[in-house]
């Protein structure tokens, strides 16, 4: 399989708690993406940070990219309820490759 | 506005039937994606359009499946004589240009052979 890994594969917290999902990549990247699944929803795209960023926020988003270790996280500050699904990154390759890469996700649930 | 859409959100078929799935992405997105998503697991990329073109199907799993995007917009993905293994989620992805840029995702199909 080409998929990336991630861990946590699953992560309890109360809601007003911080969450931190981890990703690793296997090869080099044009971009890293993080998307967010709920049941019953399609893939929602969170946030994109390219290969010469190394941080970006969005709101309670803070992503992290270290190209070194090929590795990026995601964390989510006051998480709530509504935070509650499965988080995938998605590595696109460097090198002209049009396909998104998903790691395997991470299962957050955030209990009130 | 519209977000993509597939139809039908659930296809059970007999094992050796063939089956076609539907993609209607944003209007006027330039590229089009489709992944294969196992329970459990993260999607897996089957294939890519830019406009009519088929320009990687280096995801799909046999030659059994096939895809289709004749007039650069809606896209049908069609598995013939289908396996048990091909139960999964089937996600149509669009994005306005290239996947550089975010992609926007469909429902998904559930696919259940049996």
């Known amino acids: 399989s080409q998929q990336g890994e991630e861990d946590p594969q699953a992560l309890s917290i109360q809601e007003g708690e911080n969450a931190t999902m981890n990703c690793s990549y296997k090869?080099?990247?044009?971009?890293l993406q993080w998307y967010r699944q709920n049941s019953g929803r399609g893939l929602v795209h969170l946030i994109l940070?390219?290969?010469?960023?190394r941080e970006k926020h969005s709101g309670r988003l803070r992503v992290t990219l270290d190209t070194s270790k090929k590795s990026s996280s995601l964390l989510i500050t006051a998480s709530r309820a509504a935070d509650t699904a499965s988080y995938f990154c998605?590595?696109?390759?460097?090198?002209?490759?049009?396909?998104?890469?998903f790691g395997k996700g991470t299962k957050l649930t955030v209990n009130p | 506005g519209a977000g993509v859409s597939q139809s039908p959100r659930y296809k059970v078929a007999k094992r050796g039937q063939d089956v076609a799935l539907r993609c209607d992405p944003i209007?006027?997105?330039?590229?089009l994606f489709w992944y294969q998503q196992a329970l459990g697991q993260g999607p897996e990329f089957l294939t890519y359009?830019?406009?009519?073109?088929?320009?990687?199907k280096s995801g799909l799993p046999s030659d059994r499946f096939f895809a289709e995007r004749p007039e650069g917009s809606v896209s049908t993905l069609k598995i013939q004589r289908t396996q048990q293994e091909d139960s999964a989620v089937y996600l149509c992805?669009?994005?306005?240009?290239?996947?550089?840029?975010?992609?926007?995702f469909g429902p998904g199909t559930r696919l259940t052979v049996t």
């Open positions: 940070i390219r290969s010469n960023e």
């Open positions: 992805a669009s994005s306005l240009v290239r996947t550089a840029y975010e992609q926007y």
């Open positions: 998605a590595s696109l390759t460097q090198g002209g490759s049009e396909k998104l890469v």
């Open positions: 090869t080099s990247i044009n971009n």
């Open positions: 209007s006027g997105h330039v590229s």
């Open positions: 359009f830019q406009n009519e073109a088929q320009l990687d």
